[in-house]
């Protein structure tokens, strides 16, 4: 490879122009949003009305309140099925597997909006989910008056769209561990599940890792959902997440210095989940 | 060869579980054909209907009085696929630089990329909202809507494996014979990478058809909303056509699992390549 300064900087140029314009410069110019006040006709340094209000909004401890539920229950509960999942359809008894795969891996192709109509259609009051609940014998539930019934539709909503998205990259990392370690196993005498907690778990420890880290960034910055489905947050800002928190700050009341403070809490946030995420990961292989 | 009981026992246990968590999963899915073929008192009635009915093309009108959804497909299929090629122009260019060549400042660019993977979309959105319709006034525009979201980085790690992968000795011998560096990108390099560009302009693609949050701040009027973005308008309205909303939900879903299922080895190998973004 020699040293060709020029013809690299041909090729580069155009994706750093656009990289730079619309990635790098929005981070740093967030940061430094954060400590404006946009509100006033000059805007003029007062982190007081950003970072000093953050700290004594209650909306938004609300919102970090709701996210933090979110993404304590549905995680976990999105990993798990996820890894269940992948090992299903990775066993080579399984038949009409493309039929399976279609089935768990569709929703990752579904839009936002789409999707969100449609769950939104689905726990209506008088929509199919209740009826089929009544006709069950349960009572009706007004899935959007009630909070806890609105978290619990955000969440089966994300977890129906995201699992088989986790499911594929599990199981790209499944079908990367090779059979004999699995044959000198059996042979061994070692039951399939033995098997599956005390070898194919460790082995894909990082690939779990991953997923739960992109799940976490993806958790942060929930909005469609909550937006869409429980009509920006409803009932009163009890589904309220810190991305529709951000939302309403940004664009409906246009304070774009408090919404930069959001937002780098926010990143501040997912960054030091991740990082907990993947130290407590390493910590159970020493 | 024959089975043993406990693995054929084991086998149907799987399946005893797999089938019904599938139709739960593909049920939401079925549901909204079913409802965008169904007027509204069908949608509401008491009963159970889980067959389609045939209300489908009423729904549509409905859903085009509505909010323009013909006009906003349109714009939708056109951002998508100029922002397609862009991109793969663009980051596949980027790619090429990284992986082939050794230049002052390349250490900078990869970590400034790598460094900056995981940061939440959120954190540009103010101030790229502000440059763009309150600096530059380009709100409503096709620009606004195509290139602040050029940013993206996935095709330029994924092209660069991929260069970084190949031959090199191909490059050089083409070297020798004295072709330019531009020619080899083009007519060697490129054609080689075929398959990866396929499953980066795939996922790019659908990010761009799905795209929701950034159409929805910058392109407001319903002159230049894309499809999601009309789409959405409509969810919350009270004096709306459920029927006509699913109607456009399964417009905008279809096209892309047919895709699925055509290009599912593509629509893979892009998702856990790109895991990242």
């Known amino acids: ?286 | 060869m024959r089975k043993s009981t406990a693995e054929r026992r084991r086998g149907l246990a799987l399946h005893a579980i797999m089938t019904p968590l599938a139709l739960i999963w593909l049920f939401p899915l079925w549901m909204m054909f079913v409802f965008s073929t169904m007027d509204d008192n069908g949608i509401f009635s008491p009963g159970i209907v889980l067959a389609p009915s045939d209300q489908f093309a009423n729904n549509f009108r409905a859903l085009e009085a509505d909010t323009g959804f013909i006009r906003a497909t349109t714009i939708s299929v056109c951002v998508a696929m100029i922002y397609t090629v862009l991109s793969v122009a663009l980051t596949s260019m980027a790619g090429w630089a990284l992986a082939s060549y050794r230049f002052v400042g390349k250490g900078i660019v990869i970590a400034t990329i790598l460094g900056t993977l995981t940061l939440p979309y959120f954190v540009v959105v103010i101030p790229q909202y502000v440059m763009v319709a309150r600096d530059f006034q380009l709100g409503n525009t096709w620009f606004a809507l195509i290139v602040p979201p050029l940013f993206n980085s996935l095709g330029v790690l994924f092209t660069r494996q991929t260069f970084q992968m190949m031959p090199q000795e191909l490059f050089d011998a083409a070297r020798v014979e004295g072709v330019k560096e531009w020619r080899i990108f083009l007519f060697v390099a490129l054609p080689l990478a075929r398959p990866t560009l396929a499953a980066l302009a795939i996922i790019l693609f659908l990010h761009s058809w799905n795209n929701y949050l950034w159409p929805l701040l910058i392109n407001s009027q319903p002159a230049m909303m894309t499809a999601p973005v009309a789409l959405g308008s409509l969810i919350g309205l009270t004096k709306v056509s459920w029927g006509g909303i699913m109607t456009g939900a399964v417009i905008l879903t279809a096209p892309m699992l047919i895709l699925f299922v055509a290009l599912q080895r593509h629509f893979i190998a892009g998702i856990t390549t790109g895991a990242v973004k």
């Open chain 1, 1 to 286: 490879m020699r040293l060709r300064t020029r013809t690299a900087y041909a090729f580069l140029t155009p994706y750093m122009l656009i990289f730079l314009a619309f990635w790098i410069w929005p981070i740093i110019n967030s940061f430094y949003l954060s400590f404006l006040n946009t509100r006033s006709a000059n805007w003029t340094f007062n982190p007081q009305v950003t970072w000093g209000r953050l700290l004594v909004d209650p909306a938004f401890s609300n919102a970090l309140w709701n996210t933090l539920i979110i993404l304590i229950i549905q995680v976990p509960i999105m990993i798990a099925l996820a890894i269940v999942l992948a090992s299903l359809l990775n066993s080579p008894m399984l038949k009409a597997r493309g039929l399976f795969r279609f089935a768990f891996f569709a929703p990752v192709v579904v839009g936002e909006v789409a999707y969100a109509a449609m769950f939104r259609l689905m726990f209506n009051e008088f929509g199919i989910v209740n009826k089929f609940g009544v006709s069950a014998g349960l009572p009706s539930v007004s899935w959007f008056s009630d909070p806890t019934a609105a978290m619990a539709v955000i969440i089966i909503a994300v977890t129906w769209r995201w699992a088989g998205y986790n499911a594929i990259i599990i199981l790209a990392g499944l079908q990367s561990i090779p059979d004999d370690v699995y044959e000198a196993a059996t042979l061994d005498g070692v039951s399939k599940l033995r098997q599956f907690f005390f070898i194919t778990l460790p082995l894909l420890k990082p690939v779990i890792l991953l997923c739960v880290v992109l799940s976490v960034i993806g958790t942060m910055q929930l909005f469609a959902e909550p937006f869409l489905i429980t009509n920006r947050g409803g009932p009163g800002q009890e589904t309220e997440t810190l991305g529709l928190f951000l939302y309403r700050m940004g664009f409906n009341t246009f304070n774009f210095g408090y919404a930069s403070a959001i937002a780098y809490t926010i990143a501040a946030l997912a960054i030091a989940i991740s990082l907990l995420n993947l130290w407590l990961g390493k910590e159970r292989t020493q």
